[in-house]
């Protein structure tokens, strides 16, 4: 390990902030929070209207999808590394000024090379917000009611989940597709005031600390390579490619890790890793979202090719997912403080596995409520177990180190939702009209592998 004279300094007794001052940032905070996660769906919707009018095909407008996840996933840990240099605060005030002003370029934008580059902007914004903002929960919030504000975060994003296709289809009804990114724009800019007088700077800071770009570089291309191979994978790429990749990846992560172990304070939070609760929880959720990934990917097919429903129906039906959360996360921070969290997640995995099931093992002429109430059991489990498991991998970190632990909450979302969606295209290939069962039953085992990640927590609780 890389020798340094660091310290830490600051007021190391925080314990969060009070009323009104705590309200007012919590609503700055989850407005950047809910317009980052709506732009990663509103898109998927508006896809084929935009490719139709600026006259792409629809194989390269999925790039207006994939140029802004993949910026995020490349940059949420050295946005994370410097929110803990420089101060949460500052990065997400950055942050949520570049989304705003990038929703206004994707507004502008009269070609497609332009809108691609108009929503990497964005997604820079958006991976500076995502970043940080369970890090700034953690500074907002008094410790005795963290699980409340963990929750509050888990209900925004269903709620930016559960919103956009409704949003979507709600404005192209009405107006052009350009008025899908005008709308951040003033509640973007509301927002950053509210952000500016109300968000508090880090309590703590460590002396002797500098940020390594070097690092940054080789992070954003082991993750960029990762998601691009899986990405490929998942479309069916030839062959060489999907092993250049891969290949690639290899060599730049084992580069990467090993300068990483030389490091005090690693961008790739080793350190973290090696507290047993912070890595468990971490695979947990990596499984949890995949799980969560292969229903909302294949469900979709299985609804449309077996039962015959439209769009408009199906996308009615699977709102029942994210709806449940809705109600059912900020109950789960309130139960953290009277159930141990461990068991509360274990408890939601098992109901997920249970909804996984279900849903796998749909009779050929089930109903359109008989398909719904599994599809809420499933949010039922995930809204159980995601509060309590964010709580986990936020306390397990020292307080210095919250930036890189909610750099890495966001990371193992988006790895999972990866490697769910992976997963997907490998059943399809391989099964066929089969395919969406296979995906499903294979979400049940991995909720119950992530069942017994949880329960393994058990054994490091002090």
Not at 63 to 72: D, K
Not at 156 to 167: D, I, Q, R, S
Not at 194 to 219: H, K
């Amino acid at each position: 390990m890389q020798q340094t004279q660091s310290k830490i300094v600051g007021d190391l007794e925080w314990d969060g902030l009070r009323p009104p001052r705590l309200y007012v940032a919590m609503a700055a905070l989850l407005c950047g929070l809910f317009f980052s996660v709506l732009d990663g769906t509103v898109c998927n919707v508006a896809l084929p209207t935009i490719a139709e009018q600026l006259h792409i095909v629809p194989s390269d407008s999925i790039w207006i999808v994939n140029s802004f996840q993949l910026v995020i996933v490349m940059l949420l840990l050295p946005f994370a590394s410097l929110g803990e240099l420089y101060g949460y605060r500052r990065i997400y005030l950055s942050g949520l000024l570049l989304f705003t002003f990038g929703s206004l370029l994707c507004a502008l934008a009269l070609g497609f090379g332009f809108l691609v580059v108009a929503r990497v902007v964005q997604g820079v914004g958006a991976a500076m917000v995502m970043s940080i903002s369970t890090s700034l929960i953690r500074l907002i919030y008094p410790r005795r009611h963290l699980g409340k504000g963990i929750g509050l975060n888990a209900t925004v994003v269903a709620l930016g989940l559960v919103f956009g296709p409704v949003f979507t289809g709600a404005v192209l009804s009405v107006a052009e597709w350009q008025w899908l990114f005008v709308v951040n724009v003033p509640f973007g800019l509301v927002a950053w005031v509210l952000a500016r007088r109300s968000l508090p700077e880090n309590p703590t800071r460590v002396i002797g600390r500098r940020f390594d770009p070097g690092e940054a570089v080789l992070n954003a291309l082991t993750f960029g390579l990762f998601i691009l191979a899986f990405e490929a994978f998942g479309h069916e790429a030839p062959v060489w490619l999907i092993a250049l990749l891969s290949i690639g990846f290899v060599g730049v992560a084992v580069t990467y890790i090993r300068l990483q172990r030389r490091k005090e304070f690693p961008m790739l939070p080793l350190d973290l890793l090696r507290i047993p609760i912070f890595s468990l929880s971490i695979f947990t959720s990596i499984v949890s979202f995949a799980a969560q990934t292969l229903a909302m990917v294949a469900m979709p097919f299985m609804l449309a090719h077996t039962f015959g429903y439209d769009a408009a129906r199906t996308g009615l039906l699977m709102t029942a997912y994210p709806v449940v959360i809705l109600f059912v996360a900020p109950l789960s921070g309130f139960l953290i403080g009277r159930i141990n969290p461990e068991i509360l997640g274990s408890i939601g995995l098992l109901i997920l596995c249970v909804g996984s099931f279900c849903l796998a093992f749909l009779p050929w002429d089930a109903s359109f409520w008989n398909i719904a109430w599994r599809f809420a059991v499933c949010g039922l489990g995930f809204g159980f177990f995601q509060t309590p498991n964010n709580q986990l991998i936020l306390t397990s970190a020292p307080q210095h180190r919250t930036g890189s632990a909610s750099g890495m909450m966001a990371s193992a979302r988006l790895i999972g939702q990866t490697f769910g969606a992976a997963l997907v295209a490998l059943f399809f290939h391989a099964f066929g009209d089969r395919g969406p069962v296979s995906a499903l039953f294979c979400g049940g085992v991995l909720s119950i592998a992530g069942m017994i990640l949880s329960v393994l927590r058990l054994r490091h609780r002090s």
